[in-house]
């Protein structure tokens, strides 16, 4: 451990890890804002799932390799080594000449954002003892809150041509951007921070390593792609990879038999890359299962807060940042206020039970939204759900790092990482099937709806009845509504009239059956974290926080 160190020695430490870590997360939502624009240039809109996916799959698997390679050879090795592959792999992004290009260096920078991800956190329990780790940790959970806040509009700004220097920028920008940042961090952390080594093993355990790389990519590939259909880079095949596609069900199948001799040869490995008796720890696995459940839950419905506040309230694309104010302000602000009450008080188990409480509460508020809410309505309720995410989510991290030996740190903190990736990637593909399935049954009686009827006689009414949630999504945007209506200008002037009326209602038909879809999938995410809420109350064991000495680092 690093507690020696002085005190302005760590906080540029931090500050430097802060801005590695503020790279990984805004990469996840700056990209986003550009892909239409990507999409358009390359001509690729049937490859949009692969350049998501791509950096999805990679970070994924990275986060607990990574971890037990940082107890083996030091947190400052592998975060110094991540930083170097973001940047490069960012600088590759930003020129990329072809979709297939891009889809492969995002995966590479996958690779560096999940050795950050998985590093960030632990590097606090290097430097800090438990009651000063509550602190940071708050503030990384702000750091969190500010990259979603920050990335849309930064991606929106750069991908529109704003003029930074005298040079217009470009949606390459949104990955250039990475580049002086990542070079400020890294010099930082090589100058500043020292190398220490808390496992003793050096040994690498490849086969534990194929064997959950395998499980891992199966489980993302299958829950990130399922029910969907996509376009393989080869001969123009497009792939339909329906739920119940021998595809999907195999991956899954895969999935399975990969996990099962993972555990068989992680029980029999020297120093396993994921240690089972971790699981042994009441504490680590109790914080692992409510780090499954919180990503499926928050992460899974958060994703469609945009969708509500765009196309069924009507609010511009380019304000998504603006929309997600509340939520962002209320997680900043309990993140920071949660680090500092375990600071001062050294309990954390009634903050943890607190948050989940009020995410509870928030979720089900979310619930309560329609299609003529208004936006003061959808913001408190934001707010609330935002403080109850900033509570609880940096002290599962806390308790976790203070259950378990030093050695452990790296490793442990990075399979809580891992948990609440994969409750994320399951809770997105789970809650769209719930919203497609929800959609389709608002909408199944669509073919009777005046405008649908209008729009048949002149030929066009396929493409208003056989909707899914991405049609819907693509007619409510402003764009769509905008082509409709221009269409429909070109009518004679005697049934003008009566066909924007219709279409007005239409749209109003849409909004509705999209708002109960989206307002179905916030009630589940209530339920999934009042379970949460239970399972923390009963199960999670709060011990005394731990203070250390210290060690010397090895370099």
């Not at 930064?154 to 930074?164: E, H, K, Q």
């Not at 375990?342 to 309990?347: F, H, M, P, Q």
């Not at 589940?524 to 060690?551: D, F, N, Q, T, W």
Request: net charge neutral; glycine share 10%; proline share 3%.
């Amino acid at each position: 451990m690093l507690h020696h160190l002085e005190k302005r020695q760590k906080v540029i430490i931090m500050v430097a890890i802060m801005a590695s870590l503020f790279l990984a997360a805004l990469d996840q939502t700056i990209v986003g804002t550009a892909l239409p624009t990507i999409l358009t240039e390359f001509n690729a809109l049937k490859e949009l799932t692969w350049v998501v996916t791509a950096y999805l799959l990679t970070s994924t698997v990275a986060v607990p390799i990574a971890g037990k390679l940082s107890d083996m050879y030091g947190r400052r090795k592998l975060i110094l080594s991540g930083i170097a592959i973001f940047v490069l792999a960012s600088m590759m992004c930003g020129v990329a000449q072809d979709i297939w290009q891009l889809v492969g260096f995002r995966a590479l920078q996958g690779i560096g954002g999940g050795i950050l991800m998985s590093n960030a956190f632990a590097a606090i329990g290097d430097l800090f003892d438990a009651r000063e780790r509550s602190k940071w940790q708050g503030v990384f959970g702000a750091v969190f809150g500010l990259s979603s806040l920050i990335g849309p509009l930064l991606g929106g700004f750069l991908t529109d041509g704003a003029s930074i220097f005298g040079l217009i920028t470009s949606w390459r920008w949104t990955f250039f951007i990475n580049v002086p940042i990542g070079i400020l961090a890294y010099g930082l952390i090589s100058r500043f921070m020292p190398t220490v080594v808390t496992s003793k093993e050096k040994g690498i355990d490849y086969l534990g390593a194929s064997l959950l790389t395998v499980t891992l990519s199966c489980l993302v590939l299958a829950a990130s792609l399922g029910g969907s259909s996509i376009a393989l880079p080869w001969n123009n095949i497009v792939l339909d990879l329906a739920w119940s596609s021998p595809t999907i069900i195999g991956m899954f199948a895969a999935c399975a038999l990969s996990a099962i001799g993972f555990i068989f040869a992680e029980r029999k490995a020297k120093d396993p890359i994921l240690p089972l008796q971790l699981f042994k720890n009441s504490i680590f696995t109790t914080v692992c299962t409510l780090f499954l459940l919180f990503g499926f839950a928050f992460f899974g419905a958060m994703i469609y807060l945009p969708t509500f506040a765009q196309q069924v309230l009507n609010f511009s694309a380019t304000n998504s940042g603006v929309i997600m104010l509340p939520m962002v302000v209320g997680m900043a602000v309990a993140s920071v206020l949660s680090g500092r009450i375990v600071e001062k008080t050294g309990k954390y188990k009634i903050l943890i039970v607190s948050g989940l409480a009020i995410g509870t509460a928030g979720m089900f508020a979310l619930s309560g939204l329609t299609a003529t809410s208004g936006y003061w309505d959808l913001a408190w309720r934001m707010a609330i759900a935002g403080f109850g995410l900033g509570t609880a989510m940096p002290i599962f991290t806390l308790a976790v790092q203070n259950a378990l030996p030093q050695e452990d740190l790296g490793v442990a903190t990075s399979t809580t990482q891992l948990f609440r990736s994969i409750g994320a990637t399951v809770g997105l593909a789970i809650m769209g099937t719930v919203l497609n399935n929800h959609l389709a049954d608002s909408l199944k009686d669509i073919s009777n709806d005046k405008f649908v009827q209008i729009a048949q006689a002149s030929g066009q009414g396929s493409t208003f009845t056989n909707m899914d949630t991405n049609t819907v999504q693509g007619i409510l945007s402003q764009q769509g509504q905008a082509s409709v209506i221009a269409q429909l200008q070109t009518l004679p002037a005697q049934v003008q009239q009566v066909a924007l009326d219709a279409f007005n209602s239409f749209v109003l038909t849409l909004q509705s059956a999209l708002s109960s879809s989206i307002t179905n999938i916030f009630f589940i995410s209530g339920c999934v974290v009042s379970v949460a809420l239970v399972i923390c109350i009963i199960a999670l064991k709060e011990i005394p926080l731990k203070h250390h000495k210290g060690v010397v680092p090895t370099e």
